[in-house]
């Protein structure tokens, strides 16, 4: 059933990021959360994102602006392993709360509570026209680096902060996408060392087959999606993810899930 379900979500995740507003790592996080702990959820998301991202690179990395990498990559990559030591850390804290219910004691861990709330605010950020607008200075590019890159680290979810300090930063249309393929990439396999390393250190091992087919089909999806679907956001479709998000992000922080 894991695999069903997460390949399923794999592909078609791919796929909506063209017309949904949402990004890969924001709909595949709960997939994998409704199957494994949450920290190994997220290093789980991050590596199919990272490979999906370095599909992408081999198609438009040419078009990346190596200025704007340096000012805004370099401190997201720093604020991405802060983000990374901080989830691993928090996976090891006792529960916030307990409480029964459905004839069974439910425990709220401190991670599950933050990654809740994160992906309540984020998926928020998605839906307000205002926001989708919204950018800032060139000058303030470094705060963005390490914006996004923490809570890239933390949780995945930063593709919202990347295009508000990127789209003031005077680029073309393809040096905009390569530049932001090129950063999440960097953010990603930040990360990545730091779940690892703390995944080994507790003897917990990741699923590679399950993991390499999460990663076929999100494949499969992005091909599909660029192919097939117009790079445009239908309100419908992104309302219905967004209630999704939002009974996940429910489940995480009632420590349903």
Known sequence: MSYLVICAVALFASALTFFSGFGLGTLL??????FF?????????????????LFKLALVGRHADRNVVLRFGLPAIAAAFLGAWLLTWLAGIAPVFTYSAFDRSISVMPVELLIGL????????ELLPRFRTLSFGT??????????GFFGG???????????FLSRAGLTKEAFIGTSVL????????????????LVKEGVQLNYSLLAAAVLSAFIGATLGNKYLKKMTMPG?????????????????????
């Open 237 to 257: 479709i992104q309302r219905m993810v967004a209630i999704m998000l939002f009974f996940v992000a429910f489940g995480l922080i009632t420590g349903v899930l």
């Open 37 to 53: 702990p949450i920290e190994q959820a997220i290093a789980l998301t991050a590596v199919v994102h990272f490979l999906n991202n």
């Open 183 to 198: 950063v999440a990439c960097l953010i990603d396999f930040s990360r990545i060392g730091i779940y690892s390393s703390s």
């Open 118 to 125: 994160l992906l309540l605010f984020f998926t928020s950020l």
């Open 29 to 34: 996080l709960p997939a994998f959360a409704l």
């Open 139 to 148: 000058q303030l590019m470094p705060l963005g680096g390490v914006l996004s």
């Open 154 to 164: 933390l949780s995945g979810m930063q593709g919202a902060l990347r295009s508000a």
